[in-house]
């Protein structure tokens, strides 16, 4: 069985999560930081690859208020390159998922200043949670 990948995306560095494989916990991965289209594509093929991945769920920043942002516009770009992994992809919103993440750090008592890649790992975890909870088979 194949797992779930998360993707937060970011100008800066992007937040990946993995799915178990049976598609109901969602776990932090790992932070790639954001060159250019080509080398984020080629890390994730190498992580599809090696984790064998199945499809790709990507947090999409919709305004507060149900509008696009220069932000969502940024992702909705990254989202069709990744067409180019010939796997399902689908959009979630993402929507304070960082203020989440950043609140369970809190919490746990880690400063989240030097942990933006923690931050980053959290709220794609938290998106894919989402996804898989809103999509779980009852």
């Known amino acids: 069985m194949g ?16 799915s178990d494989t049976t598609k109901l916990i969602a776990s932090p991965l790992k932070t790639i930081q954001n060159k250019n ?30 509008q696009d942002t220069k932000q969502t516009i940024k992702v909705r770009d990254f989202t069709q390159s990744l067409s180019s992994l010939c796997l399902p992809i689908y959009m979630e919103d993402e929507r304070l998922s960082s203020v ?23 709220a794609a975890a938290i998106v894919l949670q ?5 999509t779980r088979v009852k």
Do not use: C, T, W
């Open 130 to 134: 989402q996804f898989l909870d809103r």
């Open 100 to 122: 989440a993440a950043e609140r369970s750090l809190l919490e746990e008592n880690i400063k989240s200043g030097h942990n933006k890649e923690i931050i980053d790992q959290r």
């Open 37 to 66: 289209s080509e080398f984020l594509i080629s890390e994730l093929k190498e992580i599809i690859a090696e984790k064998d991945v199945e499809s790709i769920v990507v947090g999409i920043p919709i305004g507060m208020k149900g």
């Open 3 to 18: 797992r779930i990948l998360g993707v937060d995306y970011g100008d800066v560095r992007v937040g990946l999560a993995l």
